[in-house]
């Protein structure tokens, strides 16, 4: 059931994963400074402020052999032990590290041109004179934002001894690909724990029809990185971008549940690491329970979740996406809702303004569902 659903969604029809329980999620807060309203989410920053973890003492540190002689993340460690082997059966606990991709070239161009041209005209074409953004790849800037991260990284595991992910997975779209292989290619990881990331096509950025969010095919992922592994299902060609219609943020949120779901019900360890996008993450945070914390590129987030079965089937909840209009010549202005105030009177349209695109047209049915833990 959950394979023959798993295709189904790469032709826009479906998301199930089959049980007769469902997860409700939520997020322990009062552990990271990215859990407090009272943190700058502009200013933080994750590689100067431990990831973010707050100093302080935890109720498992009576019972923690050498506290004294601990780092705060290696008594953190102990206590998210203490959580998982204290709870019922039901109840799992893991640490999420979500990270943003570094700065791609569709970033830079709608720093250049703007939001409102950006998002109504320029977006919507392949690039150019200057550059592509077609599944956009990493700037110069956006490289180096993936090699801070793994300098924290390295720091992180061989000062702060940092717990490290037991599983990694990266969005398919290059510029997650790129910042992943940078971030983690290299560290002093433990043999069991060793960096060959999942490619799940549920971590790509929110669908729009912007050019920036339409992967390549499987063939190219897999020759560009031959150590990463596709995920089972995953389509050779993208099936859900179209140019025409978006995703709406419910059809986001389900979506990323599903991903959740899959992610809790199927992998052991409590350490994942998830290379993503701003939109998300924003909608796993959502969908975790957490405040909003925008990340700028290449920036990370640790949430610690605790994710519980809950009895009786889940109903299946269907989201359907809608289309998009645009501007066929760079616009004045976009209004307060996101709609396009395109120049000459000129109405918006959903024609696209690249022609070779997929032809589907999603609409998804999801079942949040799960085995036991």
Known sequence: ?????????????????????????????????????????TTFDYS???LGLINQAYDSDKDCPNVNKLTQWQKFEYQLAQLNHKSSKNIEYKLLYLGRHGEGWHNAAETFYGTPAWNCYWAELDGNASASWVDAKLTANGIAQAQKAHNFWA??????????????YTSPLSRCLATANITFTGLNLPKKKKFVPVVKEYLREGMSIHTCNWRSNKTYIQ?????????SGFSEFDNLWNGVTSETSTAQDLRSKALLDDIFSSEKGSYH?????????AS?????????????????????????????SALATSATWTASAHCTVPPVTSI???????????????????LEQPTVSPSFTFVASTKAF
């Open 223 to 231: 020759n560009t990185y031959p150590g990463f592994k596709v995920e």
């Open 284 to 312: 796993l945070l959502r969908v975790l329970g957490h405040i909003p914390f925008s990340l700028s590129t290449g920036a990370i987030i640790p949430v610690l979740v605790k994710a519980e079965i809950l009895s009786g």
């Open 1 to 41: 059931m959950r394979n023959f659903c798993h295709n189904l969604l790469l032709l826009g029809l479906c998301i199930s994963l089959a049980s007769a329980s469902q997860i409700k999620y939520s997020t322990v807060t009062g552990f990271f400074l990215q859990d407090l309203n009272t943190t700058n989410t």
């Open 48 to 50: 100067t402020q431990n």
């Open 336 to 354: 307060s809702n996101g709609a396009c105030v395109c120049p000459s009177s000129a109405a918006p349209v959903t024609t696209p303004l690249v």
């Open 155 to 168: 720091n992180a595991i061989s000062v702060q001894r940092i717990p490290t992910p037991n599983k990694f």
């Open 273 to 281: 690491s998830c290379t993503s996008h701003s939109g998300e993450v």
